[in-house]
């Protein structure tokens, strides 16, 4: 069973950086993402890393937000620079099942609050 455990978040100023981890168990050699959701609006897809660390983003982090992976450490971590007060929601690390086009297995989040 694979259960990813975000860390990392917590309350910054417009402009801070954050660096968030996932840790999860099992399948390190998987492709994984990292999205946000912020109050009242719906989930938001924002970058993620195949197994052998090739990244893609979504143009809306683009040159602020870095993904990157350590597989002996069976983590992910999302670097934000600049950020700013609409990169506020809950973070939430994913995990995507070798074979499968989803994401099979979500941590339950973590809080990123910018304050302007």
């Known amino acids: 069973q694979v259960q990813p455990v975000e860390s990392g978040g917590g309350l910054v100023q417009a402009g801070g950086s954050l660096r968030l981890s996932c840790a999860a168990s099992g399948r390190p050699f998987s492709t994984k993402a990292w999205f946000r959701q912020a109050p009242g609006k719906e989930r938001e897809f924002l970058a993620r890393i195949t197994w052998n660390g090739s990244p893609y983003y979504a143009d809306a982090v683009k040159g602020r937000f870095t993904i990157s992976r350590d597989n002996a450490k069976n983590t992910v971590y999302l670097q934000m620079n600049s950020l700013k007060p609409e990169d506020t929601a809950v973070y939430y690390c994913?995990?995507?099942?070798?074979?499968?086009?989803?994401?099979?297995?979500w941590g339950q989040g973590t809080q990123v609050t910018v304050s302007s």
């Open positions: 994913a995990v995507r099942a070798p074979g499968s086009n989803d994401y099979d297995y």
